[in-house]
């Protein structure tokens, strides 16, 4: 036997008085100030009744009946699940039916019976019969049917009340379990008894034990030979209590079949005469099937042993990976296919080093640099808002001397490439002024200190800019002057000015089609605006409460508004809204960490996967967004050696397919730029995954222009297949037979003769000494000829004194 983890803990110490167990692992414990709490044991929830109650009894066929067939009589809930039983002082018997706990447990009593004189002592359901109640008290017996709430049989005074329970042992410290062996001789036999042999069983227990619940056969986890469980009650806990059979295979003779799950007759036929058994059923197929088993058999395959195998009696096959993610699922709810997703640093040699002079302290709205697939964009502590760019195409070590750079004459408040041209670099800055740059092809080889256009408008200081995800040319930009305008590059003239903000604007985020532009602000308040209808937002709702910073982005397809913020204590927080209501609040929110810069967030709306991280982390964020409970699902975070300036992801094209990259960032160091890649670990990398690479949109080719976008046209991106024209998809790769993990347990198991282990033997011997017939390797070595010795013994050797 074995004590299992508690399920249920921090149980008030007025419920341990009485527990009571049904087959549905429903769990009724009553307590000393008159009330009843019912907890799912399978889930370690409960709901609480206030009703006198003084003793349970659970009627073990008919909750087995109500299972699986609605109440039409008396329930109001669909499917019924317990049915608890409370004697009242004021010598009645009450019926208590209890629904799904997600739902309205009842408010008072299904059945209430007027049972006899005196203080109630027993209540009995029939063991075969379906609603047939017997009731004992001090004065009489009555039997009831409580489907009609008829009383079968008056009063009837017993001449001798043996109250027959069997139960386990109430100790201090120790739970002893009672259990017989008895056998029976033919009654025809003139010398019949009854052989009684009497057994007990310890378990030691922490606590002292308030009650103990017998759980039903048909919950017993029969691949670890379990063939009884016990449900303690303690002051302040649920344990349960296994006791298992040590057998190495499995062992039907443990499991005999046990009651089923149908009555047998009705009350009314068992009181006119009629007499049935309950049909049995096997612990064997209800363990698999029964929708009652225990959180560990029901989240796994079937243990029962298979004929068709090909296993000896005892294994089993592995599950399938449908049979395994559904395993998975049922216990810890839906996980993201990209948990396990990897982010790693390419090699050095794809590098960019020695940067010198890194701007460390730009504006909290800004992200740091900027990059798009062919250069990177980096601002320098050096006078006159100086922006360095480097050419990704020409990784290495970068000279100690001075590098061309952008002078702004002004210090950068934010600059963006623009997505539709990669030569186009805009900075905002200090000065209330946009200055647009054009780099020159090959990159920079000189200092530009004239930009291509300035655009003029505002009255304060710049926050940030962005470029309209479809119109070429169409840039937007929030200021301290509490405005954000639309400006149209082509012209240099500004087009629209939103209004309706009172404090600093943090961040921007234009719709998935373009057509919206959402704002989070330093007031506490999400905005919607549409600009080419009004310049007042259309829809605003309660934000993040900290006012240290927040940005914003659009997910699930422009259902949501992901912002990242922080709460009333500073911490940071991740908020979901939904687009269509920002005045009822956050859908969902998620803590993060505690640290005072914001997270940036990047979102692919290919993979629905968001990376997050902030200015001077060494940790970055992965989550899969979903659009419906839990919203938020985590997966595998990357982590860098040192703090970074921060992530700026690529075109999706720039990713590898081939080795299923979902997605490519430039990181930011103190001294070096690094290309990470973001890798979903495969097996069959020779495949293209297209379940992580579905078609992309193009979204570095403008649809519209910002023309025709003022005047009211929208643009959508084409999209394109990012599979080789080398590589089959996985959905149509050919079907693999399934490969046997381990050999059959025979091949193991076999026992071999004592001739077969001794020719064995002898033949591993032969085989590392050699063949007995080979020659000798000193039999190959060349020696003298005879005459050769016979010379060399007669020719006399002299010697003279100059010798020595």
């Not at 609603?131 to 009489?140: D, H, T």
């Not at 009696?313 to 296919?337: D, E, N, T, V, Y």
């Not at 937002?537 to 910073?549: A, L, S």
């Not at 050696?641 to 979902?662: I, Q, T, W, Y």
């Amino acid at each position: 036997m074995k004590r299992q983890n508690v399920l249920i803990n921090h149980i008030p110490a007025h419920l341990a008085s009485s527990v009571c167990l049904t087959l549905s692992l429903t769990l009724a414990v009553r307590s000393h100030n008159e009330s009843c709490s019912v907890w799912d044991i399978s889930q370690g929830n409960h709901t609480f009744c206030q009703n006198t109650m003084i003793t349970f009894i659970v009627p073990p066929v008919e909750l087995l009946y109500f299972w699986y067939q609605p109440l039409l009589t008396y329930s109001g809930c669909a499917t019924v699940q317990c049915l608890i039983m409370s004697v009242s002082v004021l010598i009645q018997v009450k019926l208590w039916r209890v629904c799904d706990l997600d739902q309205d447990q009842p408010s008072n009593a299904e059945v209430t019976l007027s049972a006899a004189d005196g203080r109630l002592e027993i209540v009995l359901f029939h063991p075969a019969a379906s609603g047939l109640l017997a009731v004992a008290s001090a004065r009489g017996v009555q039997v009831w049917d409580v489907t009609r709430d008829t009383a079968l049989t008056g009063k009837h005074t017993p001449s001798v009340f043996i109250p027959i329970t069997i139960t386990a042992l109430n100790t201090r410290s120790c739970l002893q379990l009672l259990y017989f062996k008895c056998s029976l001789k033919p009654y025809s036999d003139a010398n019949s008894d009854l052989s009684l042999s009497l057994s007990v069983s310890h378990c030691l227990t922490d606590v002292s034990t308030r009650g103990v619940a017998l759980v039903p056969k048909l919950a017993l986890d029969v691949s670890c030979c379990e063939v009884l469980r016990l449900m303690q009650l303690s002051d302040n806990f649920i344990v349960p209590i296994s006791y298992q059979v040590p057998r190495k295979d499995f062992h039907a003779d443990l499991y005999p079949d046990t009651v089923g799950h149908t009555p047998a007759v009705t009350a009314e036929d068992w009181w006119k005469g009629e007499n049935k058994q309950v049909v049995t059923s096997s612990v064997l197929a209800s363990t698999s099937s029964s929708p009652l088993s225990t959180p560990s058999s029901s989240a796994a395959p079937s243990r029962s042993p298979s004929s068709t195998s090909g296993l000896s009696s005892g294994f089993l096959p592995s599950p399938s990976p449908s049979q395994s993610s559904r395993a998975i699922h049922s216990m810890l709810g839906p996980s993201s296919k990209f948990r396990h997703i990897q982010g790693a640093v390419l090699h050095r040699d794809t590098h960019i080093t020695n940067l010198r002079g890194l701007h460390l302290t730009t504006p909290g709205e800004c992200d740091g640099f900027c990059a798009n697939g062919q250069r990177v964009a980096v601002p320098l502590a050096i006078a006159g808002g100086q922006i360095a760019v480097f050419e990704l195409s020409q990784p290495g070590k970068l000279p100690d001397t001075a590098l061309p750079t952008i002078q702004n004459s002004v210090n950068v408040a934010d600059f963006c490439w623009d997505p539709f041209d990669t030569h186009k670099l805009v900075v905002a800055g200090d000065d209330a002024k946009i200055r647009v740059w054009q780099i020159p092809k090959g990159g920079l080889t000189e200092t530009l200190t004239e930009p291509e256009r300035v655009l003029r408008g505002h009255t304060e200081k710049i926050y940030s800019i962005k470029f309209h995800p479809h119109a070429s040319g169409l840039l937007a930009s929030s200021s301290y002057d509490l405005t954000v305008r639309l400006w149209n590059l082509e012209t240099g003239e500004e087009v629209k000015r939103l209004s309706g903000h009172q404090d600093q604007i943090f961040g921007m985020a234009w719709s998935p089609d373009g057509k919206l532009l959402a704002t989070v602000c330093k007031d506490g308040k999400v905005r919607l605006y549409d600009p080419r209808k009004s310049t007042l937002p259309i829809q605003e709702g309660p934000g993040p409460e900290g006012q240290r910073g927040a940005r914003v982005v659009w997910v699930c397809d422009g259902k949501y508004l992901l912002v990242s913020g922080f709460d009333s204590r500073s911490e940071r927080q991740l908020y979901l809204f939904s687009a269509e209501s920002l005045a009822s609040g956050s859908v969902v929110s998620a803590p993060a960490d505690v640290s005072p810069s914001t997270l940036i967030p990047f979102y692919d709306p290919d993979t629905s996967v968001l990376i997050l991280t902030g200015k001077g982390d060494t940790r970055v964020y992965i989550y899969e967004i979903v659009p419906e409970a839990p919203y938020f699902m985590e997966c595998s975070s990357f982590h860098s050696s040192e703090p970074h300036k921060g992530l700026c992801f690529l075109p999706k094209a720039e990713c590898n397919v081939r080795d299923v990259e979902v997605a490519r960032a430039i990181r930011l160091g103190k001294t070096t730029i690094e290309p990470v890649a973001f890798r979903v670990p495969r097996v069959k990398k020779e495949f293209f995954q297209d379940d992580v690479f579905p078609e992309t949109a193009v979204w570095w080719d403008a649809s519209l222009t910002a023309a025709a976008w003022l005047s009211g046209s929208n643009g959508q991106h084409r999209k394109i297949s990012l599979r080789p024209n080398d590589m089959t998809p996985v959905s149509e790769a050919p079907k693999e037979a399934p490969v046997r993990k381990y050999l059959p347990s025979s091949v193991y198991l076999e026992e071999k003769t004592d001739e077969q282990k001794k020719e064995e033997l002898l033949s591993a011997m032969v085989a590392k000494l050699g063949n007995r017939e080979d020659p000798l390797p000193q039999e190959s070595y060349e020696g003298v000829d005879e005459d050769e010795w016979v010379s060399k013994e007669l020719t006399p050797q002299t010697h003279t004194p100059d010798d020595s």
